[in-house]
């Protein structure tokens, strides 16, 4: 399972999320770019996503293991 997020912090995100290897990490000019890219992504078979409202000028996605924390 893949975990798909929004941040205006990806360094913080990434760290209370458990540091996950796999962390990738895309920039956004605008929030509307940005949630359409997490509309999208979510919308995919394995990707789930957590409440929201940490921002939106970076979109992450991770692998979900026993080392991360959702």
């Known amino acids: 399972m893949k975990y798909v997020g929004l ?4 360094a913080a ?8 290897p796999d962390w990738s990490q895309r920039p956004f000019s605008t929030e509307k770019e940005a949630r359409a890219w997490e509309k999208d ?21 991770y692998t979900i293991t026993s080392s991360t924390k959702e």
């Open 41 to 61: 992504m979510l919308s995919r078979p394995g990707y789930k996503g957590g409440p929201g409202g940490e921002g939106w000028r970076f979109g992450y996605v």
């Open 7 to 10: 941040t205006d912090d990806p």
């Open 13 to 20: 995100r990434k760290e209370a999320h458990g540091n996950p």
